[in-house]
């Protein structure tokens, strides 16, 4: 256990560059032991670095998607208070939330926000320090690890076919359009929650997504 601990320690100084796939083999084993439990505490504890990545696949059962925000105010609010009392374990914004302020709203969620860019968000340097409280952000697209599942999270539906085809994904989950989309292609599936901000056709929209069941729904607000 000595051994272990000195190694953990030197990880944090220097932190491993980690990818879908160590994480992927990482995870299976641990989970393969018998005491996955103290070995994943213990993990997060001693490793930051990989501290999200890994409580992400073990506690994510119910991901909130949204886009297209366009600092709506009232209705990120709106959106805010139902992510909120449905559970929401992470939110996934898919872009153009425009204007910084609107932190003021998403910084109440109780659990963490994962958003991309779109092609409206040009304060992007005053954008990732504002989020740094509640989540972080990033330029599309961006890969991360939910729940177990791959997710691809991107704004701009560029590609969106041939990502899909690959099949290198769980979801993809994409906006810029502001129309609603669900559907599946092979065992990847793509999800668009409409526009939340709701300024282009006039209906709020954003989604839910079922982490084990993989089962997306939208909801109006």
Known sequence: METFIASAKSAEAHPPALNVSTIDAAIRRIADTGSADILFAFICELIPPWRDSILRRRIVMLLGI????HENMPLIKK????????NADLVLHAGDLISPISAKEFEKLKCRMVAVFGNNDGEKKMWRERIKNFGEIHDAPFKLVAGGKK????????????????????????GHTHKPDIHSFGKTLVVNPGELGGWLYGKSTMGLLNIPELKAEIIPL
Do not use: F, G, T, W
């Open 66 to 69: 949204i886009s297209d925000s």
């Open 79 to 86: 959106a805010v208070e139902l992510l909120n009392e449905r």
């Open 151 to 174: 997710i691809l999270l991107m704004h701009s539906p560029d590609d969106l076919k041939k990502l899909a085809e690959s099949q290198k994904y769980d979801v993809i989950i994409y």
